[in-house]
């Protein structure tokens, strides 16, 4: 049986991706990936007891404005985060790529939040930003502990450094705007939920920034820290196709993208990472049927709604709040509202 964790450690790899790795025969890839996945266990623990504790996750900023905090970690394991202050708002720029990439794209995240939604930071209260670089040895992960932000180099084959793709910095955060607002539970459809919102709003930030439309995006996740060591182009894509397939080392992208298909096993808490792929998809159906830049009505549909759900939403209350959404945003019977059915029809509900 698996056990809920109230505060469970967010990372940007799924499990069935380490779990692969695990199983290589290549001794370096197979040591690598059990490294990350003791870590990420360990990481669970940690949260668990920090769940029942005082913490820092909402320390407020200066002022209640955009307060950015990065931290080396000196290749040191999680318990010693957040390590060394490299970084902090409005200092010069550091000659450590990592670093200014840490804090260029959290800053990216918390002007999207506030430009787009009017949200100030990840509490909607100011709270600082908090990142640390360069933790553990190869570290093939990134993660959203419920306090900060936490970043790997990764191998330099498969992976490179995890704070090179701004939609992986966006994802992480956003994962800190859901346990401010609905909080939903990291298992089965409300813990797939989760992760589609962190993806949706890390595509979004990206979109946002380079000023693309719809048809013009990718909608493709974690594309810039993919390495030469795979074939695979992404980890995920929004698109009705595999992110990877026949890949030597990664296998075959498990994500369905339509409910027929959908995972009914206790891997990955019931598939929130696997089952994510169904409403990724609708979302980009919405954004596509809609039109211009993905932000400005399917973004502001999706972001009324992530208010309005709770801890235990599953897809079909998600159905629901979306149209609802589109409705109390954009009229009954409007384009909005239609594209929004019509791409929940698509994907099987």
Known sequence: MLAYCHNPIHCILPPYILEKLSQSTDAKIRKLAIDAIEAAAAMRAQRFTLAKLPTMS????PGGKKHRLVYDAKHGSMWSLPGKLVREEGDKKAKDAAVNEAYNYSGDVYD??????????LDDKGMS???????????????????QMAYGDGDGSLFIRFTKARDVVGHELTHGVVTHTCNLQYQDESGALNEHFADVMGVLVSQWRAGKTAKQAAWTVGAEIMGPGTTAKCLRTFKDEPAYQDDPILGDDPQPK???DKYTGSADQGGVHINSGIPNHAFYL?????????????GQ?????????????????????????????????????????????????
Do not use: C
């Open 58 to 61: 909402a320390i407020p900023s």
């Open 112 to 121: 999207f939040y506030q430009t787009v939604f009017s949200r100030n930071s």
């Open 129 to 147: 930003l908090i990142s640390s670089v360069h933790l553990g040895n190869k570290f093939n992960n990134a993660f959203w502990n419920g306090e």
């Open 258 to 260: 339509h409910l027929k």
């Open 286 to 298: 919405v954004a596509m049927e809609i039109g211009g830049s993905a932000w400005q009505k399917a």
């Open 301 to 349: 549909i999706w972001y009324r709604t992530l208010r309005a759900l709770h801890q235990t939403s599953d897809f079909a209350q998600m159905v629901t709040e979306t149209e609802a959404s589109a409705v109390a945003l954009y009229g009954s019977e409007s384009i909005e509202q239609q594209a929004v059915r019509k791409a929940w029809k698509a994907v099987g509900f």
